[in-house]
């Protein structure tokens, strides 16, 4: 199986998510800093990494760049509580495969592993072509993703989540309206 990293300052989220980890077959290792996760990285494989954006010192961004410079072949999955699409789509131009919006249940956290596990090198689809991220078809396995498609799944992932359009819509920061369309515009059931 993989080893995979957790890096989150929060000790609830990097103890919750390792436990359901272990509980898949895989090997965790955890960092409650950006700083913590480069000593970690120093010194052993890690197959992919879970990190928050929000962090003291090193925040996500800042960990995912150098990931990308020094170990490339390492996927990462960036975690955010503040769930906006801009977030997203600056992580996916820094070389992140996938992001997770917080609240996430456990089993967003099972389908994400396998999917980013089977991705190539990330030199492959989707790299970067003279510094400029390239977007690639969102049903693609691998590359980077329109910024549409992003807005779309945040969508999806915040209906989930939520019990009403409502809710969903406060959430989204956009009034219930919006949301309808954008709702009819992705064709989100």
């Known amino acids: 199986m993989a080893t995979i990293l957790i890096v989150d300052d929060d000790q609830n989220i990097r103890t919750t998510l390792a436990a359901y ?6 090997t965790v290792e955890t960092a409650g800093s950006g700083r913590d996760s480069l000593a970690v990285l120093e010194r052993r494989e890690v197959d992919v990494v879970l990190s928050d954006v929000r962090m003291a010192e090193v925040d996500g961004l800042t960990l995912l760049r150098t990931i990308r410079r020094r170990w490339p072949a390492t996927r990462v999955a960036i975690m955010t509580a503040y769930a906006t699409v ?9 070389g992140a495969d996938d992001y997770l919006a917080k609240p996430f249940g456990l089993e967003e956290v099972g389908a994400l592993l396998p999917r980013l596990l089977s991705l190539g090198n990330p ?4 790299a970067s072509l003279g510094g400029t991220p390239v977007a690639v ?3 693609a396995p691998t590359g980077l993703l329109s910024l549409e498609e992003l807005e779309r799944r945040h969508i999806e992932r915040v209906l989930r989540n939520t019990s009403s359009l409502d809710e969903a819509a406060t959430s989204l920061g956009i009034n219930a309206s919006t949301l309808w369309r954008k709702r009819k515009r992705y064709r989100i059931g």
């Open 123 to 126: 030199a492959g689809a989707g």
């Open 21 to 26: 980890i272990r509980g898949l077959g895989h």
């Open 137 to 139: 078809d969102p049903m």
């Open 86 to 94: 801009r977030d997203a789509v600056d992580a996916m131009r820094d």
